[in-house]
């Protein structure tokens, strides 16, 4: 659009209705020009809507210094020219004090004034575009200013402007924002971002356009969709940085929530990573039945498991123990995200239970910011599946064992009878001629029977014998049962029962509480328990003298309860709810083959319970039978 220049004239020449007289060649050539074009024999009152204004008078006296001296106050872009024949010294530091623009003297021909009322209108012209501009420019900064943040900054990134709105949502004076570095009020996980990408990209004359997080003075988060560009300087340096945002929290705490429901649902891990791939939530349901109360508490805490990822050479571990379980997560969802894991995972609580998972990606779009994603990792929990598989091998090979058994205890009988014959022979021999000697037969009498016991036992477990639930002495069953595992205890931690020691000399209580039940298979029971806490107490550093594992034996009215505890660090938390599940035992090299599993099967088949929790820095599992009902 061509902008109108307002061009006033004033002569007190004489100028006739429709031509000029020779005397004042001027007003023909102004009027030439396609400007909105006054001429007048006053001196005008007011001066806002001139533009130029041009006098000619044929006498300079005061008037025409103190019309231009008011014309500058009332309308300082107005342009003045004088043109007059009068000169001298005085009269042109006089001109110059109130501003004239053009002193022209005469005799001047039409064509320089031509000349130079063309400058002026051009001058007038810019000034005009110049300020609509500027006006433009305030309205756009007013507006701006009460949606988005604006940051203005330094090269180095020191401010050195912030707008209202910004201080508003950082509840911060602007006084105490500017001079201080602008990462101060950013949230530090995308300092390194910032300071490299995009700073790359800045130099490169880019803008950049993304997401970031600044912290209030209460150290809130504020998510802000941000421009940032650099005025660059003549030789491509970076002049200046300006950063201009959306205050976008509640929308993207929407699509957040939104989100969360999506994957709360899920019992196995899911979890929420945003584009630069860094995990942002986990699903509800995971964290409940894992004891966490919220996000942060959960990716805080120290990885208690390893990852692995099943190849074709085996497991190869993928993380490291002692790592926190962010860390964990956003390392398995790099490489499952870059294809390096196509298979399935597994996860070893310390070094003993296993679970399996298969994982997968969902990715969706984030409204916000285009080009970037949201991304759902999947963790299937196959577990029981994988569990299931190893039940029919182990069924296979328990199937096998039997059979190896049930030959094994063939074999044991036909000796183990000849003994007996034989020592009843050698028994009478002795009454007669050495009757002293017959004490002398009671252990070897008992030792057969442990004997035969076992025997029974594998016959048992081969599928061929019977075993017929009858009253038995509670207390005898563990006495016997510790006697088999003193021989390796003795090395390990002295066993107390109700307070003293355990040897070999130890005589069960005849007059003690009486089950109905099967004696060797609740001997079973006591050993498995103590096995593994002796287990534990060869893999930690406790000395001797501090170890303890003590067996309270206690006989009521209605029950007997047995709790045997030691000090050997106890089962850690996510362990104690499925400890009796299958294939949760200790380590194969030192393991009797059977878990606490089967001690549980048995006290269930007893019509008992087994429980445990950690006290004293150890475990305290605590056996409960009923008392035989005779005894009532």
């Not at 091998?393 to 007996?420: C, F, Q, W």
């Not at 550093?541 to 309860?561: A, H, P, Q």
């Amino acid at each position: 659009m061509v902008e109108t220049i307002q061009i006033v004239y004033v002569t007190d020449w004489i100028i006739a209705d429709h031509d000029i007289l020779n005397e004042d060649p001027f007003a023909e050539v102004l009027r030439k020009f396609d400007m909105d074009v006054s001429i007048q024999s006053e001196l005008p009152e007011f001066f806002d809507h001139i533009d130029l204004l041009i006098l000619h008078p044929m006498h300079m006296v005061s008037d025409i210094f103190e019309t231009i001296s008011r014309s500058k106050i009332q309308n300082p872009a107005i342009k003045t020219v004088v043109i007059s024949s009068a000169h001298g010294s005085d009269l042109f530091l006089h001109a110059i004090d109130v501003g004239v623009d053009k002193y022209l003297l005469k005799p001047l021909l039409p064509s320089a004034v031509k000349k130079v009322v063309e400058r002026l209108i051009r001058q007038s012209i810019e000034s005009k575009q110049a300020q609509k501009a500027f006006h433009q420019i305030n309205l756009m900064s007013s507006a701006i200013s009460k949606t988005s943040i604006l940051i203005r900054m330094e090269e180095n990134g020191m401010i050195i402007e912030v707008n209202e709105l910004l201080c508003k949502l950082l509840k911060c004076q602007s006084d105490l924002i500017i001079g201080k570095h602008w990462m101060r009020f950013v949230e530090r996980r995308f300092w390194l971002f910032l300071r490299t990408l995009v700073r790359e990209r800045l130099k490169a004359g880019e803008i950049y356009r993304g997401i970031i997080e600044l912290v209030k003075t209460d150290g809130d988060l504020i998510t802000v969709d941000v421009t940032i560009y650099a005025v660059l300087g003549r030789h491509g340096e970076i002049e200046e940085v300006v950063c201009i945002g959306q205050d976008v929290s509640e929308m993207n705490r929407a699509i957040v929530s939104s989100m969360e429901q999506l994957i709360d649902q899920d019992t196995s891990l899911a979890v929420l990573f945003d584009h630069r791939h860094e995990a942002i939530l986990i699903n509800k349901k995971y964290l409940d039945s894992n004891g966490f109360k919220n996000n942060e508490e959960f990716f805080s805490s120290c990885a208690l498991c390893i990852w692995y990822a099943e190849t074709s050479a085996g497991l190869e571990p993928i993380t490291i123990t002692g790592t926190i379980r962010k860390e964990v997560l956003e390392s398995i969802f790099t490489r499952v995200y870059n294809g390096e894991i196509d298979g399935r995972l597994v996860m070893e609580y310390l070094g003993r239970s296993k679970q399996f998972f298969t994982v997968h990606i969902s990715s969706m779009p984030n409204p916000i910011i285009r080009n970037e994603n949201y991304h759902i990792l999947y963790f299937i929990d196959v577990t029981p599946l994988e569990r299931l598989k190893e039940d029919k091998i182990n069924d296979a090979k328990l199937m096998s064992v039997g059979r190896l058994s049930a030959a094994i205890t063939h074999e044991l009988n036909t000796p183990i009878t000849y003994i007996k014959g034989n020592l009843e022979l050698l028994k009478w021999e002795c009454e007669e001629k050495i009757p002293d000697a017959m004490e002398l037969f009671i252990p070897i009498d008992e030792g057969i029977e442990r004997i035969e016991s076992i025997v029974n036992s594998m016959y048992e477990f081969a599928g061929t014998g019977k075993e017929e639930m009858k009253p038995c002495n509670v207390h005898m069953t563990l006495i016997y049962a510790l006697r088999i595992v003193l021989n390796r205890s003795k090395h390990i931690v002295p066993i107390r029962i109700n307070g003293e020691v355990m040897t070999q000399t130890t005589a069960y209580d005849l007059q003690s509480c009486v089950t109905m039940g099967i004696s060797t298979r609740l001997e079973q029971v006591w050993i498995i328990i103590v096995n593994n806490a002796l287990d534990e107490f060869e893999k930690g550093m406790l000395s001797y003298d501090n170890r303890r594992l003590d067996i309270r034996f206690t006989c009521e009215k209605e029950k007997i309860v047995i709790e045997i505890a030691d000090n050997a660090g106890g089962i850690p938390e996510p362990m104690l709810e499925g400890i009796f599940d299958f294939a949760v035992g200790s380590e194969k090299k030192k393991s009797m083959g059977i878990g606490l599993n089967v001690a549980k099967a048995i006290i269930d088949k007893h019509g008992g319970s087994i429980r445990v929790h950690n006290e004293n820095q150890g475990a305290v599992f605590e056996v409960t039978l009923r008392v035989y009902e005779e005894n009532r």
